[in-house]
T-cell receptor, first 113, second 113 residues
Framework: DGGITQSPKYLFRKEGQNVTLSCEQNLNHDAMYWYRQDPGQGLRLIYY???????QKGDIAEGYSVSREKKESFPLTVTSAQKNPTAFYLC????????????FGPGTRLTVT | AQSVAQPEDQVNVAEGNPLTVKCTYSVSGNPYLFWYVQYPNRGLQFLLKYITGDNLVKGSYGFEAEFNKSQTSFHLKKPSALVSDSALYFC???????????FGTGTKLQVIP
């Protein structure tokens, strides 16, 4: 899983609560990404950041928010507005302009009941 | 917009037999193509990539993939399957520059002892 850590590995929340997923990398990568993985749907891009203090929406950004205050960190907040938040969340990073070679973290499995 | 199709949800193969996991793509221009592997509850691990050059690309763990431009395919192959190859395999395409990577929906490979 390279130099990317995600915590916690499993996370349980009640419906209506916001929850923040951590992602840290020590690879000195400029770009970072958040994906959501659901069975049979592959990986869908939530948000990505090419540089500190800048980020863009991916394909399914509604109900999520991110920040990129430090190069090493790209936390993802799953808000109460996300209709179906239970999923496996993967963080990745890459060198700038090299999205084809992404290094993935181990993932966080979020369960909302 | 680019897309990737993995037509098989699951592939079963006997240990020792050759395996093929299929992938077709659609992208403008010359594509960057990749294969990743995911073991249960883990992040994705990079297997191999095609950027340019030889159509047969060799990667990690004895895997290889054949780029076929006329058929817009990038099938993953291995001459002799191992039980430990059982995992979820993702094909991905990248158009270049600062654009995003698009992943397929994944194919579960089951190697039967």
């Amino acid at each position: 899983d390279g130099g990317i850590t995600q915590s916690p590995k499993y996370l349980f929340r009640k419906e209506g609560q916001n929850v923040t997923l951590s992602c840290e990398q020590n690879l000195n990568h400029d770009a970072m990404y958040w994906y959501r993985q659901d069975p049979g749907q592959g990986l869908r891009l939530i948000y990505y950041s090419q540089i500190v203090n800048d980020f863009q929406k991916g394909d399914i950004a509604e109900g999520y928010s991110v920040s990129r205050e430090k190069k090493e960190s790209f936390p993802l907040t799953v808000t109460s507005a996300q209709k179906n938040p239970t999923a496996f969340y993967l963080c990745a990073s890459s060198k700038a302009g090299s999205a084809y070679e992404q290094y993935f973290g181990p993932g966080t499995r979020l369960t909302v009941t | 917009a680019q897309s990737v199709a993995q037509p098989e949800d699951q592939v079963n193969v006997a240990e020792g037999n050759p395996l093929t996991v299929k992938c077709t793509y659609s992208v403008s221009g010359n594509p960057y193509l990749f294969w990743y592997v995911q073991y249960p509850n883990r992040g994705l691990q990079f297997l191999l990539k095609y950027i340019t050059g030889d159509n047969l690309v060799k990667g990690s763990y004895g895997f290889e993939a054949e780029f076929n431009k006329s058929q817009t395919s990038f099938h993953l192959k291995k001459p002799s399957a191992l039980v430990s190859d059982s995992a979820l395999y993702f094909c991905a395409v990248y158009p270049g520059g600062y654009q995003k990577v698009t992943f397929g929906t994944g194919t579960k490979l089951q190697v039967i002892p």
